[in-house]
């Protein structure tokens, strides 16, 4: 089934900038949001946009697109579309393409329609885009983990035996991932203060982000089932910037022997929009050569990652934002078929809205690296903002803003970005 609508050539009657991220080529999904009318809809977004899709599906757009059930679109998640698969995906994305086409009157001239259907983003409030069952975070950057086992353990062996041989992982914790906008509290736990030998209990002092991209999948397999390096992209339904808040003090007294728990669960935060691998398509590229041979099962074709542009800003609460980073996706050492082939090679089943994140994303450049904990290298070395003021790690009332694109030509594929704001530690108003 062709990709039509990734077309370069193609124009939507819906106007929008040439640097917009959601020209009429992108058309994601997840767009979950509440509408003017206190409707919660699934929807696509072009330009400045939102697309009531619940809309658009009963007024009859998308008539003849099987398998469509009735109430597709008009759910709270995207997890039923998703389980339809890949060639559900194609043909809904085709047809919403070519209903938002230039050269398309039907709905381009029925106002009726467009005043319910169409809705300016400063109207609506965008939720979760889908209900997360299960999430996975993998470790496949390979500066990163070089530079955190160069801080941590001896720099001569910066990489544990096996990180070379397989994508390494953790589950986490599905409850607290949220969408761009909501604040999160600093956290509280366990930490070793240095040349003490009993751990205190407080606010963490450390908290980060972690620049990481994450994808989504459908229902994969049958318990016991692999799936295959070269099948992996059937599978996944898209990709979001995702930001993996951590503490460090915390992680660096909990995390032996069991890996993070409380340093990495109080909070991680998605981009709202679901970039399609069709509309990624024509960004594709090479990924680093593997330095040793890998086990069959992980062997990959080179093209199996995209170029995909990140950057990440920090606004103090009265300041403006400061640009502190800029990586690509395409640094990633393990890509997504080898981190899902690893994933299910065990016959670990996994399911329509499960989220794997691709770990920590950094370059080889200082510019590049995707934490503060590696921008500040531990905080020996502050970030100085714009308003002159440093940072080692997140202080409270910063706002750390992700944003993700990929450019080619004249057109720009993009997510948007994920945005929050660091609060401190929550207080309790209950009355005593």
């Known amino acids: 089934m062709p990709l039509q609508t990734n077309d370069?050539?193609?124009?939507?009657?819906?106007?929008?900038?040439?640097?917009?991220?959601?020209?009429?080529?992108?058309?994601?999904?997840?767009?979950?949001?509440?509408?003017?009318?206190?409707?919660?809809?699934?929807?696509?977004?072009?330009?400045?946009?939102?697309?009531?899709?619940?809309?658009?599906?009963?007024?009859?757009?998308?008539?003849?697109?099987?398998?469509?059930?009735?109430?597709m679109f008009m759910q709270d998640t995207l997890n039923d579309f998703i389980s339809d698969g890949k060639k559900t995906w194609r043909l809904v994305r085709n047809r919403i393409g070519d209903i938002f086409d230039s050269e398309n009157p039907l709905l381009r001239d029925n106002k009726?329609?467009?005043?319910?259907?169409?809705?300016?983003?400063?109207?609506?409030?965008?939720?979760?885009?889908?209900?997360?069952?299960?999430?996975?975070?993998?470790?496949?950057?390979?500066?990163?983990?070089?530079?955190?086992?160069?801080?941590?353990?001896?720099?001569?062996?910066?990489?544990?035996?096996?990180?070379?041989?397989?994508?390494?992982?953790?589950?986490?914790?599905?409850?607290?991932?949220?969408?761009?906008?909501?604040?999160?509290?600093?956290?509280?736990?366990?930490?070793?203060?240095?040349?003490?030998?009993?751990?205190?209990?407080?606010?963490?002092?450390?908290?980060?982000?972690?620049?990481?991209?994450?994808?989504?999948?459908?229902?994969?397999?049958?318990?016991?089932?692999?799936?295959?390096?070269?099948?992996?992209?059937?599978?996944?339904?898209?990709?979001?910037?995702?930001?993996?808040?951590?503490?460090?003090?915390?992680?660096?007294?909990e995390y032996v022997p069991l890996g993070p728990f409380l340093a990495k669960n109080f909070a991680s935060s998605i981009s709202p929009w679901i970039v399609t691998l069709?509309?990624?398509?024509?960004?594709?590229?090479?990924?680093?050569?593997?330095?040793?041979?890998?086990?069959?099962?992980?062997?990959?074709?080179?093209?199996?990652?995209?170029?995909?542009?990140?950057?990440?800003?920090?606004?103090?609460?009265?300041?403006?934002?400061?640009?502190?980073?800029?990586?690509?996706?395409k640094h990633l050492y393990w890509n997504m078929s080898q981190q899902l082939a690893h994933h299910t090679i065990n016959g670990c089943r996994v399911n329509s809205g499960d989220m794997m994140g691709s770990g920590t994303i950094s370059g080889s450049k200082p510019d590049s690296y995707g934490s503060m904990l590696e921008l500040s290298w531990r905080g020996e070395r502050p970030v100085k903002l714009n308003d002159g003021t440093e940072r080692k790690f997140i202080n409270d009332f910063d706002t750390v803003t992700m944003r993700g694109y990929c450019k080619n030509g004249p057109v720009r594929i993009g997510f948007g970005e994920v945005s929050n704001q660091l609060l401190p530690v929550y207080e309790s108003k209950s009355k005593h």
Request: hydrophobic share 35%; aromatic share 10%.
């Open 8 to 71: 370069p050539n193609r124009k939507s009657w819906i106007g929008y900038s040439s640097d917009s991220h959601f020209p009429i080529q992108n058309i994601p999904f997840g767009g979950v949001f509440l509408t003017r009318d206190n409707v919660i809809t699934i929807g696509t977004r072009i330009g400045d946009w939102a697309i009531d899709l619940g809309a658009l599906q009963e007024m009859g757009y998308f008539d003849g697109v099987p398998p469509l059930t009735d109430d």
């Open 112 to 253: 009726e329609h467009r005043n319910r259907i169409i809705f300016n983003m400063d109207e609506i409030e965008m939720q979760l885009p889908v209900l997360i069952g299960d999430y996975t975070d993998f470790y496949s950057s390979k500066e990163h983990a070089t530079n955190v086992g160069t801080m941590f353990r001896d720099p001569d062996n910066a990489l544990l035996p096996n990180w070379l041989h397989m994508p390494v992982a953790y589950h986490g914790r599905s409850s607290t991932i949220i969408p761009s906008g909501i604040p999160i509290h600093r956290p509280q736990g366990q930490t070793m203060p240095a040349g003490s030998d009993q751990p205190i209990f407080g606010p963490s002092k450390l908290v980060d982000f972690e620049l990481e991209m994450a994808f989504i999948t459908t229902d994969a397999n049958n318990m016991g089932q692999p799936i295959s390096v070269e099948e992996a992209e059937d599978y996944i339904f898209g990709m979001v910037v995702f930001n993996d808040w951590s503490a460090r003090d915390i992680q660096k007294w």
């Open 278 to 329: 069709d509309a990624l398509e024509p960004f594709r590229t090479s990924g680093p050569e593997m330095e040793k041979p890998v086990l069959d099962y992980l062997k990959s074709s080179k093209d199996k990652t995209y170029d995909i542009h990140l950057e990440v800003d920090i606004t103090p609460q009265q300041g403006k934002p400061t640009t502190i980073c800029k990586s690509n996706f």
